[in-house]
């Protein structure tokens, strides 16, 4: 039985040794594009509103839409993981949305904490949901195209840049929140196409057609 249990145990660590190695494919540019395009609607949505929103309906309009624009851009992610992978692919999957999670939690809890405390703070939101974006892909970046980093550097750049402008109690642009994410998601998906998905891409990487698959 012991080596029944070391065997098994080897056979664990390869599977975990195979889920931290290569660059994951659950991510695909459509997806990615269609959420960002969501941003920009959405914030075009708003700024023809004929009154502005006040802090708190501003942040509640922006969560949701924040929620499923995520759910989008999971949503083939999700699709795989539930109908095709394997249990080797639902691993590495859980594995990096791991790595994402944490910093999403965090700008829930301080969007909460802000609006708690007052809601003059909401116009400091866009800039620290930008931060809290750009730590995530840069918490998975070992699972990325090491382009991600430069979409990781775009998001703290804009939250440092939407924080330092920003002022307590001040007007709450539509595009601080909906055009940050916006652009970003599309040169995230941008970066998807041309580092894993175009022709050239695929055939220097041997991709399969599972989009979970390791290089």
Known sequence: MSDVSRALAQIEAIHEQLARSGVY???RSVP???SGA???AAAAL???APERLDPIRFTA??????????AIGCSEIVWHYLTRATDTERRRTRQVLGQFL???VA???ITAAFIRTSPDLASLLPGMWALCFGVGIFSARPFLPAASQLVAAYYWVAGIGLLWTAAAGGAL????AGGTFGVGQLAAATTLYYCLERPAARGGAGQSANPTDEV
């Open 32 to 34: 990615v594009a269609a």
């Open 61 to 70: 309009y922006w969560s949701v839409v924040a929620i499923v624009a995520i």
């Open 46 to 48: 708003q700024s023809t």
């Open 25 to 27: 494919r659950g991510w």
């Open 107 to 109: 700008a829930a809890v």
């Open 38 to 40: 969501m941003g920009l």
């Open 173 to 176: 642009s539509p595009w601080a």
């Open 102 to 104: 944490p910093p999403l």
